[in-house]
């Protein structure tokens, strides 16, 4: 194609220098852009990114149109890296050709052979990695030949979040503490929105670290200072941008985790000392009323037995006459 429009070129600039040419140029000029026509072949391939999972395999679309029958012999497909153009897989000759494949793609390539002579020229990726990212173009070549790019991204979810507080004990309202809201082994970086109980959006009071493990999945660790009050609830989002899928967690601080003033604790010790003096005091009353109540009974008991005695006795003596 690039010769054509060289030759095409040529052609104008003598023209320009020597009329004779003109005539020529306007009975070649037709015969060449239709020869330039036919070098392209269509390629197709996604318009939209590809979003692949990692860890899980992942289909690189590309079809091409081709005149039918078609000898697979005469077929090559070239897939490589777009930006720097290192072999990810290439077949021709009626097989794979994988010499000068770059190491990292070893083993993890592979095309759909019995579709080949359908048009069908899609790339399996196996075990997708964060490397893998990255514009991957299609070559296919039979007697024309046509290209076509693509972009892969990859996507991993986040950990479930989880928030913490710092300092957990000793809190006394007007305190300022920090809430933590950390979630592991996403892939890309994640936005994180704060909010209060009241859903107010605290996300301009943070601060947030991302950072990359050896697989290149990404730690998120945001940060979250605020004035301490009683009965507060503090929740922390996050969204994987790719996924569209939110983690979220909260904090509810209540009254029961923030300590009182030292003048409310000593009148509060003091009450409770008060307290306890006074039910020892209404225990002992109510233990001696009721041993006096029982002795009193039974004393009762015990005229009332003597009672009865007395008068069986005055019935059994006999009248002098």
């Not at 039910?279 to 006096?292: F, M, P, T, Y």
Request: aromatic fraction near 6%; proline fraction near 5%; hydrophobic fraction near 40%.
């Amino acid at each position: 194609m690039i010769d054509v429009e060289r030759s095409v070129l040529c052609l104008k600039l003598t023209c320009d220098t020597n009329p004779r040419w003109k005539t020529m140029l306007s009975l070649l000029l037709p015969v060449m852009l239709t020869v330039q026509a036919m070098a392209v072949m269509e390629v197709q391939v996604p318009e939209q990114p590809v979003v692949a999972l990692h860890g899980r395999d992942a289909i690189l679309n590309c079809s091409f149109s081709h005149a039918s029958p078609m000898n697979l012999s005469d077929l090559s497909v070239f897939w490589q890296l777009t930006d720097t153009m290192r072999s990810v897989h290439m077949y021709s000759e009626g097989r794979d050709q994988l010499a000068d494949q770059a190491e990292s793609f070893a083993n993890r390539t592979r095309l759909f052979h019995s579709q080949l002579g359908l048009g069908n020229a899609s790339l399996l990726l196996r075990r997708v990695v964060v490397a893998d990212e990255g514009s991957y173009t299609c070559f296919v070549r039979v007697q024309d030949y046509g290209s076509a790019a693509l972009l892969l991204q990859v996507a991993a979810p986040y950990s479930k979040p989880v928030v913490t507080l710092e300092p957990e004990s000793n809190l006394r309202p007007g305190d300022e503490v920090s809430l933590t809201c950390v979630a592991y082994g996403g892939y890309p970086e994640a936005g994180v929105i704060w909010q209060d109980g009241s859903g107010r959006n605290l996300t301009d009071n943070i601060t947030t670290s991302v950072v990359a493990n050896e697989e290149g999945l990404f730690t998120m660790n945001s940060m979250l200072t605020v004035v301490l009050e009683p009965n507060s609830t503090y929740s922390c989002r996050l969204i994987n941008p790719l996924l569209g899928e939110e983690g979220y967690a909260f904090v509810t601080i209540t009254g029961q985790n923030i300590a009182f003033p030292p003048v409310a604790l000593w009148v509060t010790v003091g009450l409770a000392v008060c307290l306890l003096v006074l039910l020892i005091a209404l225990a002992a009353v109510c233990s001696r009323k009721i041993k006096e109540s029982c002795e009193e009974a039974r004393r009762e008991a015990k005229e009332a037995k003597e009672l009865e005695e007395g008068e069986s006795k005055t019935a059994m003596t006999p009248l002098k006459s």
